[in-house]
């Protein structure tokens, strides 16, 4: 069964930093990984998609990468700022089309 | 820029109650989606529908939730009898085609009280 696994579950920076987020999935078979923002109260936002083909995703400050035989996946978030405040979903597609996700990163982002 | 909606938006009931949570999914997408997602864990997948056809339902709890997409259009989901475990939010998805590595699109969710 897949798992999928999120480190830290909780992050504080100040602004202006760069970081990283880690996802951890334990089946390497796996179709794509998607990573999404989620503010409080509110649905998924897709931020980066990345095929099972592929080794990273870029959009503007964000950056994506995959290694599927490591079952591993970060979000790099350059230049961090505090409207980046939010919780980071991991989710990881299988062969039934479904994704599976971790439990998040919760970030704060301090002025 | 087209998204999936979903209403409403915030529902409390009380535990023994009937809840339906509606979904219309961008124009065109085939494939659909409702997750569970319980306070401070990731979304879990509830059902999918293809067109009008359930493709897996194998973690709805079928003794007290459904799911129907007649048209093969907008989806319903309903509880009955709601139970307090039931709270959480509900989110659908969509995807253009059922293909592995398609991405999904979330709508805004319902946010279920159970009291």
């Known amino acids: 069964k897949q798992e999928v696994t999120q480190i830290p579950a909780a992050l504080s920076v100040p602004e202006g930093e760069n970081l990283v987020l880690n996802c951890s999935f334990t089946d390497s078979a796996i179709y794509n990984l998607q990573w999404f923002r989620q503010d409080p109260g509110k649905g998924l936002t897709s931020l980066l998609l990345?095929?099972?083909?592929?080794r990273e995703q870029t959009s503007g400050r964000l950056n994506a990468s995959l290694d599927k035989s490591s079952g591993r996946s970060t979000l790099y978030i350059a230049a961090s700022q505090p409207g980046d405040s939010a919780t980071y979903l991991c989710a990881v597609g299988d062969s039934s089309y479904k994704l599976i996700f971790g439990s998040g990163t919760r970030l704060l982002v301090r002025p | 820029e087209a998204e999936v909606a979903q209403s409403p938006r915030y529902k409390i009931t009380e535990k023994s109650q009937a809840v339906a949570f509606w979904c219309d999914p961008i124009?065109?997408?085939?494939?659909l989606y409702w997750y569970r997602q319980i306070l401070g864990q990731g979304p879990e997948l509830l059902v999918q529908f293809q067109d009008e056809s359930v493709v897996d339902d194998s973690q709805l709890p079928k003794d007290r939730f459904s799911a129907e997409r007649l048209k093969g259009v907008d989806s319903t989901l309903k509880i009955q009898p709601a139970e307090l475990g039931d709270s959480a939010m509900y989110l659908c998805a969509s995807t253009p085609t059922q293909g592995p590595g398609a991405e999904q699109f979330f709508g805004p969710g319902t946010r279920l009280t159970v009291l």
């Open positions: 990345i095929q099972s083909s592929q």
């Open positions: 124009s065109g997408h085939a494939t």
